[in-house]
């Protein structure tokens, strides 16, 4: 049997005012969705827990059947082919756009978690001069910088980390709590600051890049082009220590699998789980950018028991607050990535109906609720739909939140759903695969 998953990152929304109070996925006009939702199963499922303190990669670990997500330096370190030592404490390092503090704003806020338009050389400037900055301004902290590393990555994905030293060896008195930046947009990032015992010695080197950006020659040059400024370096994530180790994705299932992806997250995900990762081309424009997931998604079927094909777009134009540019890239998800995915898996037959056909499941699912009005992660639970092969129809409607609740299948632990979608039904479940909880569907009280 041939699978396929499509994960819209940041897919699911709340009710937007300039989309007459409708979710940019409803707004949308996405046939493709509609079509999988109405002949198959839809539902929710609960992704994530705690959305401030989750992680980029929280929700797609849960869909791929991992309990516990690995740290976003973790996937970024993996993202990167970086190696961590097992005291290695891996965090996220973004260079970000804040507002001027002065005596008449005291309250500054997060406006950017990634700057417009910065690109990976200047990224890399400046970050080599606030290592130089905190070895001049910081000589206190002598013995941490010497234990501390800079490792610039693609599309804004930097790491910092600690060898073994006191930001690490200070989790043993407290817990370390940073949020991501993406998640306080808008927000006084003071209110934020990082807690801890290692929080205070991040907080310290957060503190002191404000003063390596001001007035930089990068800045200068953005600023002349009507761009934000960098303000400074934010530094976050989760006290998980050394590589993220997870099972095989292919001892786990018994599924071979490609991950179809630019995402950081989930490219580092793929290769801490061991499923093949596909690189796509560079391109110049989102339209383009999504076309190709679809190109390379749907050749990888040829090869692969399971595809699956991850974007961040949705997500991008919610943290823009650009609910219509969210929708536009729902539309494009669907024409270019699904549509296309679905004739290949449809020459694969039904074997429910014929035995001799080697028989097709697709899934369609958001990884996470991100509130566009809000530009910030939210911790509902987000929709799914899943059709193909003894997927028995229930309730039909188009893929929606609103629809997903309504019908009869909420999964409280998203981890389960992988198995669900692979197995549920099937005359023959796989030897291979390990025993899993699967869900059972429980009725709504409407």
């Known amino acids: 049997m041939k699978y396929a ?3 819209l990152t940041g897919g699911a929304d709340t009710p937007v005012e300039s989309l007459d109070a409708l979710t940019p996925l409803v707004s949308a006009t996405t046939p493709a969705m509609d079509r999988v939702s109405t002949t198959g199963r839809q539902g929710t499922a609960r992704t994530v827990l705690d959305p401030m303190f989750a992680g980029t990669g929280a929700g797609l670990c849960t869909l791929l059947g991992i309990a516990e997500a690995p740290s976003d330096g973790q996937l970024r370190a993996r993202a990167s082919g970086i190696d961590l030592a097992p005291d290695d404490l891996a965090l996220r390092l973004d260079l970000v ?4 503090a002065s005596d008449e704003n005291d309250r500054p806020e997060m406006l950017a978690h990634q700057p417009e338009q910065l690109s990976t050389a200047e990224a890399r400037v400046l970050l080599a001069d606030l290592a130089a900055h905190w070895k001049r301004t910081l000589p206190e902290r002598a013995q941490l910088l010497e234990r501390l590393s800079i490792h610039v990555g693609s599309r804004g994905a930097h790491l910092l980390v600690d060898h073994g030293g006191p930001i690490a060896k200070a989790l043993d008195e407290s ?3 940073c949020v991501e930046p993406e998640t306080i947009l808008g927000k006084s990032w003071q209110d934020y600051a990082p807690e801890g015992a290692a929080g205070e010695i991040v907080a310290e080197l957060m503190e002191a890049s404000h003063a390596c950006f ?3 020659e990068i800045n200068r040059t953005r600023e002349e082009s009507g761009l934000l400024p960098v303000s400074m370096a934010w530094i976050s994530g989760t006290p998980l220590t050394g590589d993220a180790i997870l099972p095989r994705f292919e001892d786990t299932f018994g599924i071979r699998a490609a991950m179809v992806s630019r995402s950081p997250h989930a490219l580092g995900l793929a290769d801490a789980v061991a499923i093949d990762r596909i690189s796509l081309p560079e391109a110049d424009t989102p339209a383009e ?10 050749s990888a079927l040829d090869r692969y028991d399971l595809v699956i094909a991850e974007t961040a777009a949705p997500l991008e134009a919610s943290l823009a607050g650009d609910a219509h540019a969210k929708a536009e890239a729902l539309e494009l998800i669907d024409r270019t990535v699904l549509t ?11 074997n429910e109906t014929n035995p001799d056909e080697p028989g097709f499941r697709c899934m369609v699912a958001c990884d996470r609720t991100v509130s566009s009005d ?3 992660p939210l911790g509902d639970p987000v929709p799914f739909a899943m059709c193909g092969s003894w997927v028995r129809s229930v309730v039909q409607g188009p893929y929606s939140e609103a ?27 796989r030897s291979t695969r390990r025993p899993r909880r699967t869900p059972s569907p429980t009725p709504t009280d409407s």
């Open 175 to 177: 817990p370390l709590r």
């Open 289 to 298: 950018r999504i076309a190709s997931l679809g190109e390379y998604a749907r």
């Open 214 to 216: 001001e007035g930089h």
């Open 403 to 429: 629809e997903a609740r309504e019908c009869d299948l909420h999964i409280d632990d998203a981890s389960a759903l992988m198995e669900y979608f692979l197995f549920s039904g099937l005359k023959r479940p």
């Open 340 to 350: 296309p995915l679905l004739a290949r898996l449809e020459e694969e037959g039904d």
């Open 5 to 7: 998953i499509v994960i």
């Open 97 to 100: 756009c804040t507002s001027p």
């Open 374 to 376: 809000e530009r910030t």
